[in-house]
Every structure is written in structure tokens, then in C-alpha cells.
């Protein structure tokens, strides 16, 4: 799994969604574009992707697409609805994009990949960094948004004041917690 950190300029969310679904095709990879004042590190969407790989290869799945179903767990959501709000919109954003060769959907996770799958992930982050919407950018994933990460996964300083867990732990907690929903 690669993430690519960048600033989107997003003129129409259709067409940009439906050109990183050609630009996945061509490479067989998955891509998922992530609203980062929503990602609290990476770990989160490690999570995410091995548990909608798992709810995938259990034919437990909400969504058909792989890219959504990582989306939903990423969000802690059922809903796609819902999930959609961390995902990108018109406009400039920062954003994550996850970029995804292995869909094995073993229960291990993904251990690093192959040389092959490795390279598919690196030829994809080639072409999105041609994209005229993608500006790559450094640090994103550092400057985490401590108030909207709260807010959007429902974490409260009492939730904080009872534990020594820390945000990234609270986030996947509600993760996981989305197999528990179902």
C-alpha cells in the first residue's frame, strides 16, 4: 500500500473519480482518495484496507467496489452516504490517496508485496502525480486535525480523559468496530 500525500483541485468529482478508476484499471490497483483532515495516520488506513479485504474475501462486503468498501471502513461507517464525507469534493483539498496492488484479501494483510506488486503501486503514483488536479505535497499526514478527527468519529474528552490509548488507537477502534456493526 502506497499513500500519496497532495492538495486536489477538483473542478468536476465525477470525472476526476471516474479517471483515477481508469487510472486503477490500467494498473490494477485500487485508488481511494481521502479527505486528510479525516486520516489520522497511516496505520488508520492499513486497518481500514485489511479489514475491508477480509469482509471482501468472507463475502461480507457492503459495497461491490473494493475502493468504497475500504472508504467505509476507513470512515467507521455502513453507509456510503455517510462514508462519502471523507472522501474528497469539488474544490481544493488536502488529501491521502491510497494506492492499493494487493487485493488478496488475506487474513495476514499485506506484508509489503511483491517486486511486481510494489511496481504497479509506484507506475500508478507516476501517472497521479501527471494529473493536472494532483499537486504532491510532504507532511500531510503530520498535521493531523485533532478537533475535526474528533468530531467526525464522534471521540469526546471524556472517551480521551479515560484512557491512555491515543487518538490513532481510538480511530481504528472504530474501524474495527464497523465488522462488530454489521
Known amino acids: 500500500m502506497e499513500l500519496l500525500e497532495c492538495t486536489l483541485t477538483v473542478d468536476d468529482l465525477d470525472e476526476f473519480v471516474a479517471q483515477l478508476g481508469r487510472i486503477g484499471d490500467r494498473h490494477d490497483v485500487t485508488i481511494q482518495a481521502f479527505d486528510a483532515r479525516y486520516v489520522v495516520d497511516r496505520s488508520h488506513l492499513e486497518c481500514a484496507r485489511k479489514l475491508a479485504d477480509r469482509a471482501i474475501a468472507r463475502e461480507e462486503n457492503i459495497a461491490r467496489d473494493r475502493a468504497v468498501e475500504v472508504l467505509l471502513y476507513a470512515a467507521g461507517r455502513r453507509q456510503i452516504n455517510r462514508a462519502l464525507e471523507m472522501g474528497i469534493n469539488v474544490g481544493e ?30 507506475a500508478t503514483r507516476r501517472e497521479l502525480v501527471k494529473l493536472d488536479a494532483i499537486e504532491p505535497t510532504e507532511s500531510i ?25 491515543s487518538l490513532s488507537d481510538l480511530v481504528r477502534e472504530r474501524v474495527a468496530l464497523l465488522e462488530v456493526e454489521k
Open 93 to 122: 483539498t488536502d488529501a491521502i490517496v491510497l494506492i492499493d496492488a494487493d487485493s488478496s484479501g488475506n487474513e495476514g494483510g499485506h506484508k509489503g508485496g511483491t517486486a511486481e506488486t510494489l511496481e504497479r503501486e509506484a
Open 141 to 165: 499526514l503530520e498535521a493531523v486535525d485533532t478537533e475535526a478527527i474528533c468530531s467526525f468519529y464522534d471521540v469526546t474528552d471524556t472517551e480521551q480523559a479515560a484512557t491512555d490509548a
